[in-house]
């Protein structure tokens, strides 16, 4: 199957810990991007990765980390969660042409912050 | 930065009938328009998109309208069926610093009850 693959689906941590979430795509693209949805459902990109080169990095604070092995892969790390990252984070992957990119998004991993 | 507002938040219609979602921004350097469909439990889901250049594209029952003078799109869905019931979601794309930025608006639920 051709997709976005995300784990966990969901994660429940505390204050403070560190916490990692994986993406993989199957669909051959050559840009990557996470996602965060907040609880009213509103979607904020966090970062973008084209070949394994960060091209977008909006303003999230820096506890936030992406991690690029290879075009088909980006994690997310959280250093030392705090409770306003409880979220649904997303990632997505599409081909980057001249403007017209069309996202496919994982099914997302839910964390919840005690 | 580009803000791009949703409206209605919230829809219920019957099975049957037709709906329109409109869709407003505010930049005019924003050149494409995806529309993103997200049904409970399911992954975020391109389903149809429009560039600047055009004044109407249609698939199958969604039709989308773009007006570029008044920076409004409205997303015209006919012949609505339960599972249509989803949050709809209007976005912005512009070119900013090297990569397409890519804007949500705050999404549209759509209810469609048989």
């Known amino acids: 199957e051709t997709a976005v693959f995300q784990t966990p689906n969901y994660h429940v941590t505390q204050v403070g810990n560190e916490v990692s979430f994986n993406c993989k795509q199957t669909?051959?693209?050559?840009?990557m991007y996470w996602y965060k949805q907040d609880s009213k459902k509103l979607l904020k990109i966090m970062f973008s990765y084209n070949n394994k080169q960060l091209i977008v990095n909006e303003t999230v604070p820096r506890r936030f980390s992406p991690q690029s092995s290879d075009k088909a892969h980006l994690n997310l790390r959280i250093k030392s969660v705090e409770p306003e990252d409880s979220a649904v984070y997303l990632c997505?992957?599409?081909?980057?042409?001249?403007?017209?990119?069309?996202?496919?998004f994982g099914h997302g991993t839910k964390l919840s912050v005690l | 930065g580009e803000q791009v507002e949703q409206l209605p938040s919230s829809l219920i219609v019957q099975e049957g009938a037709s709906v329109l979602i409109n869709c407003s921004y505010t930049d005019s350097a924003s050149v494409y328009f995806p529309w993103y469909k997200q049904e409970p439990g399911k992954r975020l889901q391109f389903i149809i998109d429009i560039r600047s250049n055009m004044e109407r594209k249609q698939n199958q029952r969604l039709t989308l309208l773009f007006d570029k003078k008044t920076k409004h799109l409205s997303l015209h869905i006919t012949a609505t069926q339960p599972g249509d019931s989803a949050i709809y979601f209007c976005?912005?794309?512009?070119?900013?610093?090297?990569?397409?930025?890519?804007?949500f608006g705050k999404g549209t639920v759509l209810l469609v009850s048989p």
């Open positions: 669909l051959g693209h050559d840009t």
């Open positions: 997505a992957s599409s081909f980057r042409t001249g403007g017209n990119e069309r996202l496919f």
């Open positions: 976005s912005a794309s512009m070119r900013s610093r090297g990569y397409n930025k890519l804007t």
